[in-house]
């Protein structure tokens, strides 16, 4: 049978006792010839396969790309949460004030009773808790 085929070349590759041996348990384990290792060892370099060598260098590259793309998404929110926040301070200073300008001083019932009454049905309403 020649070793040749086409489209096909073929390279000699030099190996330590130690690698041949290696190979050469593998490939009985796969039950397939040294050189069918070989080639798939070689073709997994060739295409990138992620491996324990190239991942310390695949890492950052993965990091920086999720990095710009989930940035301004990120910045956008925190920025929407901070005028949430600001939002509900002023809702709950005006409701306060509401009652202290408003509301009868006998009606009226202490600014940080009726706070902790709207806090808790708040909660609840954000838990469903309420109907």
């Given amino acids: ?3 040749k085929k086409d489209g096909r070349k073929v390279i000699s590759v030099i190996l330590t006792d130690k690698e041949y041996e290696q190979i ?21 370099g060739l295409n ?16 920086e790309q999720l990095t710009s793309i989930l940035n301004p998404m ?7 949460e901070a005028k949430s926040c600001i939002q509900s301070g002023t809702a709950a200073y005006l409701c ?6 408003f509301v009868p001083p006998a009606q009226r019932a202490e600014v940080h009773e009726s706070y902790d009454a709207a806090r808790k049905k708040a909660v609840a309403a954000m838990q469903g808790k309420l109907t």
């Fill in 1 to 3: 049978m020649p070793r």
């Fill in 74 to 80: 990120m910045e956008r929110m925190i920025g929407l």
């Fill in 96 to 101: 306060a004030e509401t009652i202290l300008k």
């Fill in 24 to 44: 050469k348990l593998l490939a009985a384990k796969k039950h397939v010839s040294m050189a069918e290792i070989e080639r798939q060892f070689t073709l997994q």
């Fill in 48 to 63: 990138g396969t992620l491996t324990q060598d190239n991942i310390e260098y695949i890492v950052p590259i993965i990091r």
